[in-house]
């Protein structure tokens, strides 16, 4: 069994949503200058890097992080790997090897090589799921779809596969780092900070497989 650190890593150098502010972890007290210890001030967007959006993201009363059903972020799940999609449709989705009844699906594309360098200036046309794409996962009772860059819609629309998504109670993993993992299944655990009343936070999240 492998243990797969699908996380990004969080610094300043880290490319973010063009309107989010940048990551800022400034040190506020230091051992080097007579200190008894080293504490890290954060700021930053609750989206930043590998994060999870909570359905009040984009629903008025919808939601908040805190109350995600932790059992939805757990558990088996499948990693389908498209490495020619410019976006991943409804017709690539259904005629994938995504076994029956699959709760939690992982998309890789091409954007997971962009990972390969961090500070990468921001793609705008980045690989999303376009809104038929997550109205199958809707249809198919999928309740995780998680992605390789910092939205799952596409950069000139991205209220639709949000709202399709987040209405329907699916929750939507971004900014997963997935160019070391093959398409198959895997035990994912994805484990968000519990900000109270947030529209999404950063996620610790792994798999487990072969
Ligand atoms: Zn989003």
């Not at 909570?54 to 109350?67: I, M």
């Not at 376009?130 to 998680?146: E, H, I, S, T, Y």
């Not at 939205?151 to 209220?159: G, K, Q, R, T």
Request: aromatic share 6%; with cysteine; hydrophobic share 40%.
């Amino acid at each position: 069994m492998r243990t797969y650190d699908i996380t990004l890593t969080i610094s300043p150098d880290l490319v973010v949503w063009p309107e989010d502010p940048p990551v800022e972890l400034q040190r506020v007290s230091r051992i080097e200058d007579g200190a008894v210890s080293n504490v890290t001030r954060m700021n930053m967007s609750a989206h930043t890097g590998t994060h999870i959006d909570a359905p009040y993201h984009f629903l008025r009363d919808g939601q908040t992080v805190e109350d995600i059903d932790l059992d939805l972020l757990i558990g088996r799940a499948y990693m389908l790997h498209l490495p020619d999609a410019n976006k991943v449709t409804a017709d690539m989705l259904e005629n994938s090897p995504i076994p029956p009844r699959t709760k939690r699906i992982l998309l890789k594309t091409r954007n997971s090589d962009l990972w390969a360098n961090p500070r990468h200036k921001f793609k705008k046309d980045y690989v999303p799921l376009a809104p038929d794409g997550a109205q199958w996962m809707v249809d198919r009772g999928v309740k995780l779809v998680g992605v390789d860059y910092l939205s799952v819609a596409a950069f000139d629309d991205v209220v639709t596969t949000h709202d399709i998504l987040l209405s329907a109670g699916v929750v939507i993993v971004e900014g997963l780092s997935l160019a070391e993992v093959s398409q198959g299944r895997y035990t994912l655990y994805c484990l968000p900070l519990k900000l109270a009343g947030s529209d999404g936070a950063p996620a610790r999240a792994i798999l487990t497989g072969v």
